[in-house]
Every structure is written in structure tokens, then in C-alpha cells.
């Protein structure tokens, strides 16, 4: 089934330049596999909707921080939050059936993933569950809020993924609180639900969940709709807008990931973890991004020669080109 919207439009959200990414890339905390340590080194816009899609109407809180993009596929809706810069422009994916809404992801910053369950309330169903794609703090932080705000929903992921908080998760927010202070998550909210690979039925919306391993991070769910033909692949591809976070020395692997991705018939709208929805073109495009940061990697002695030199690699694109691919990108955010 086609969206019913004819173009993705690019929501008015500042770039995240190289330049700002590699400040942010000064408080990582954390180094670059492989690499040692190198002396290491928000701009709001208004929340709005993706004015293709027609009959939706504006749920939008005034004076929001994000920007939301809502693609509708008959019955269908997903709505598309992406937080402004400073919260490194991560997704958080609402998926509207009939009667209920299930959240993909919870933000990193406590005002953003607020704004996303006062932009849920709007949309007057009750959140199912909320799903955690992966381990990445800058997808779970938020979910201290979301569950405050839905306390009746359950949070699930792959398995092994509350362990990876239980053992990390702490000491990820502690890091993260000199730069974000109480904006940041004051607490680890682990899953209590496991999610199961293959075919289920949540509000009558058919998901095929997939396991991934090795790639943008140690483990990853990906979601096919395959009723709407969208590819939920969260942080396994990513926009020519960006460049990909490549901490994890996962090169290899995570290329032969998006070569299966590749095989996938028919799923030209893919929804990812920072950025708005890309069209099918974008894996072959992060495959030659990846294979690019290889080899930059490789030659590297140290972080900050890594990130110059990716910087060199992929310039700045010009003002206002969004719609292009490798080389048009805008290097993002921090280890997380």
C-alpha cells in the first residue's frame, strides 16, 4: 500500500554541521574502538507536520522543540518525531493503528521525550507498548519519561538488551550529565518485556521483528511493515544527511547487514534513528559510507584524526541541499 502523501518533505530542523559534531564529539567521554583517545576534544525549530499528507491535522503543542513527520498508509499512521540538534536529532517513531499507538524509541533528553507523550495524548488512543530498538543512550534516556507518562505500557526489546543496560546504562547517563545536567535521564529503565523475531499482530498491524548483530551497534531490532511496505531499520542506515555512527568496530558486518536489507523487495519508505523517513536508496549509501569510514579508519592513528578525516571525505553540503546522498552529509553526534 503507498503512502498517501506524495514526497517526504524536509522539516525546518537545523543541520547538525561537522562543526558542531565534533564539539559534541569533545564530551563523548568515551573513545573510538580501536583507536586511543585523542586530547578530545539547540537550536529549536517549530513542530510541525509533513504538509504532503493529506487530511492530517496539526496535533502539534505551539512553540514545540521538534519537528514531526506524519506519512499515512491507509488506516495507518506513523508519526516521525525528530528532537532538534542537541539531543542529536534521534527519532522517536509512533505507529497509530486503529485503537492504540506503539512508540519505537525514547529520546535522550527528558523536554523532548516529554514533548513526544504530549504529542501522543493528542492522538487520544492508549500507548500498547513502547519498544526499544537498541542499547544506544540516546534512545532510551527518555524512556524515564515515557513511562511515567504511560505507566500501563510495557517496554520490550531484543533479549540481551537489559542487560547491556543493567550493566552500562548508569554509567552511560553519568557521563552524559556534565553536558545535559538534568536534562538527562536520572534513572536506567530497563525492558521487562522480551521481543521475539518473526511475524506478530499489535493492533491489527502486521510487524515482521528482525534481529541484527554487529553493525551501527553490538545488537539491533529492525521492524518490516509489510502490509505498508515501510522498513523501520532505526540505526542500521542512515540519512546522506548525516554521517553514520561508526564507534563500534563493526564495519565489515554491518555492510553484509545492509546487503540483506538490499534483498528486501518493494520497502522504498525506510523510517531510521536520527533524521526523517529516507527512500530505499539511502542503504546503498551508507554502504559506501561505511566502507569509506573502513578504510579512514583503518588509516588512522587516533580519534581526532578519524573524525577530521572523515570530515574531509564527506564536505559540508551546500545550504539547504537535503535531498542528495554521500557526500551532501552533516556529521552528527557524540559516542553514546
Not at 44 to 65: K, Y
Not at 87 to 115: C, H, K, R, S, W
Not at 169 to 195: C, H, M, N, W
Not at 199 to 209: A, K, M
Amino acid at each position: 500500500m503507498q503512502s498517501s502523501h506524495s514526497g517526504l518533505q524536509r522539516l525546518p530542523q537545523a543541520a547538525l554541521s561537522r562543526s558542531r559534531f565534533l564539539q559534541l564529539a569533545a564530551g563523548a567521554l568515551i573513545p573510538f574502538v580501536g583507536l586511543p583517545s585523542s586530547a578530545a576534544a539547540g537550536e529549536n525549530s517549530g513542530l510541525a507536520q509533513n504538509g504532503g499528507a493529506p487530511g492530517i491535522r496539526d496535533a502539534a503543542a505551539s512553540g514545540g522543540m521538534g519537528a514531526i513527520v506524519v506519512s499515512q498508509f491507509g488506516p495507518v499512521k506513523i508519526h516521525s518525531y525528530l528532537s532538534p540538534l542537541d539531543g542529536f536529532q534521534v527519532n522517536t517513531q509512533m505507529i497509530e493503528g486503529p485503537t492504540a499507538v506503539v512508540i519505537f524509541d525514547g529520546q535522550l533528553l527528558l523536554p523532548y521525550a516529554n514533548e513526544v507523550a504530549s504529542y501522543v495524548r493528542t492522538l487520544g488512543k492508549p500507548v500498547d507498548r513502547i519498544i526499544l530498538s537498541h542499547a544506544h543512550t540516546d534512545h532510551w534516556s527518555g524512556l524515564q519519561v515515557l513511562t511515567e507518562r504511560f505507566p500501563d505500557a510495557r517496554v520490550f526489546a531484543l533479549d540481551g538488551i537489559a542487560e547491556q543496560l543493567r550493566a552500562r546504562g548508569q554509567a552511560r547517563l553519568d557521563s552524559f550529565r556534565p553536558i545535559y545536567g538534568d536534562r538527562i535521564a536520572t534513572k536506567v529503565t530497563i525492558p521487562t518485556e522480551t521481543i521475539t523475531e518473526g511475524v506478530q499482530r499489535i493492533d491489527g498491524i502486521t510487524y515482521d521483528f528482525k534481529r541484527f548483530v554487529d553493525a551501527e551497534s553490538d545488537l539491533q531490532l529492525a521492524a518490516l511493515l509489510p502490509e505498508q511496505k515501510v522498513l523501520m531499520a532505526f540505526d542500521l542506515v542512515f540519512s546522506p544527511n548525516e554521517h553514520a555512527f561508526t564507534v563500534v568496530d563493526h564495519f565489515d558486518h554491518w555492510m553484509i547487514v545492509l546487503e540483506q536489507l538490499k534483498v528486501l523487495q518493494g520497502y522504498d519508505t525506510i523510517t531510521i534513528g536520527h533524521d526523517t523517513p529516507v527512500h530505499r536508496s539511502a542503504i546503498d549509501s551508507t554502504i559506501i559510507y561505511i566502507k569509506r569510514a573502513r578504510e579512514i579508519h583503518a588509516a588512522s592513528a587516533d580519534a581526532k584524526t578519524y573524525g577530521e578525516s572523515l570530515k574531509a571525505a564527506f564536505p559540508e553540503p551546500a545550504a539547504g541541499q537535503h535531498g542528495g546522498f554521500l557526500g551532501q552529509a552533516s556529521l552528527r553526534r557524540a559516542p553514546r
